[in-house]
């Protein structure tokens, strides 16, 4: 039986019309929630490192993105989280799978996170064949 990889998420509140400091201290507010979360393994500030100019940056971290570490199995309990907590908020989500290729996520209803939500799990099911066959 294989073993199943954790999958990189990457999340950006960038979207929820706040300035700067507001921005960073709901992301710095963030994580230690999502670190509740089950099958979040980790969550961090992104640091700043080889950042493209348009990237905005804040006390040496990206301006409003997390990253986080998922056990896939478990992504359901991280879509229902931000669900319940940005459900009517736009966010955008970058999901990487363990064989490199990206899923780029935006949803900014309850509906949307639920669509998000399916996309994800069938590009982490597409992933996963893959890396077995």
Request: no cysteine; net charge negative.
């Amino acid at each position: 039986m294989a073993t199943i990889s954790n999958v990189q998420v990457t999340l950006s509140l960038a979207g929820l019309d706040l300035d700067d400091e507001d921005l960073q201290a709901e992301v710095e507010n963030l994580r230690p929630q999502l670190e509740e979360v089950d099958g979040v393994e980790a969550a961090d500030l992104v640091a700043v490192e080889n950042t493209p100019r348009s990237a905005k940056a804040f006390g040496g971290f990206l301006l409003g993105l997390l990253n986080l570490e998922v056990n896939p199995a478990n992504i359901k309990s991280l879509f229902k989280f931000l669900s319940d907590r940005f459900g009517n908020k736009p966010i955008k989500l970058v999901v990487k799978g363990t064989d490199g290729r990206e899923l780029n996520l935006e949803a900014s209803s309850r509906e949307e996170f639920e669509f998000a939500f399916q996309k994800a799990q069938d590009f982490l099911n597409n992933t996963q064949k893959t890396q077995d066959s």
